[in-house]
T-cell receptor, first 112, second 114 residues
Framework: DVKVTQSSRYLVKRTGEKVFLECVQD?????MFWYRQDPGLGLRLIYF???????EKGDIPEGYSVSREKKERFSLILESASTNQTSMYLC???????????FGQGTRLTVV | AQSVTQLGSHVSVSEGALVLLRCNYS??????LFWYVQYPNQGLQLLLK??????LVKGINGFEAEFKKSETSFHLTKPSAHMSDAAEYFC????????????FGRGTSLIVHP
């Protein structure tokens, strides 16, 4: 069974903290994505990666960075967390362009 | 550039009634189209996908969708709603030969009344 695992379901962090969200997939997928989900706004792409050490900015990259040192792992980093980054974060992976994305369970991050 | 519009942020139906969730897309090349479902506090899972084979696509849990090129639509239907169908539904598009990044609609929340 295919699996995308996000390291935390719920996180509470303080303003200004550096936050790491980890995502691991066991399907040998080339593509990995980070989205944030907010009510009424759907899913917005933060960053994506199509290969190890390769990354591209999505629609809302400001305040975020990513790391992909190994094919199976894609990390999202909030350099200095702010309250407007309180959101649900979803990681996904896909094998090829025309195949579906597989999603993790999501991390609900609250910044106080 | 590709985009997706889901008409109606909320759709309310009675149990046993027809479910119709609307999705219109914009794409400069033939698209791949997907419907995903999200249950509370979970990630998204695939309901069905269109990848240029049959225009009527059947998915899991009795859902199906029809690709209509002339209307640039990919509406999701189910003949008879169950209480367990209450969830958030997302339509997504990616372009053949273009970016492999799926673009998602804003989602439609399906409410099922007893």
């Amino acid at each position: 069974d295919v699996k995308v695992t996000q390291s935390s379901r719920y996180l509470v962090k303080r303003t200004g903290e550096k936050v790491f969200l980890e995502c691991v997939q066991d399907m040998d997928h080339e593509n990995m994505f980070w989205y944030r989900q907010d009510p009424g706004l759907g899913l917005r792409l933060i960053y994506f990666s199509y290969d190890v050490k390769m990354k591209e900015k999505g629609d809302i990259p400001e305040g975020y960075s990513v790391s992909r040192e190994k094919k199976e792992r894609f990390s999202l980093i909030l350099e200095s967390a702010s309250t407007n980054q309180t959101s649900m974060y979803l990681c996904a992976s896909s094998l090829r362009q025309n195949t579906e994305a597989f999603f993790g369970q999501g991390t609900r991050l609250t910044v106080v | 550039a590709q985009s997706v519009t889901q008409l109606g942020s909320h759709v309310s139906v009675s149990e046993g009634a027809l479910v119709l969730l609307r999705c219109n897309y914009s794409s400069s090349v033939p698209p791949y189209l997907f419907w995903y479902v999200q249950y509370p506090n979970q990630g998204l899972q695939l309901l069905l996908k269109y990848t240029s084979a049959a225009t009527l696509v059947k998915g899991i849990n009795g859902f199906e969708a029809e690709f209509k090129k002339s209307e640039t639509s990919f509406h999701l239907t189910k003949p008879s709603a169950h209480m367990s169908d209450a969830a958030e539904y997302f339509c997504a598009v990616s372009e053949q030969g273009g970016s492999y990044i799926p673009t998602f609609g804003r989602g439609t929340s399906l409410i099922v009344h007893p």
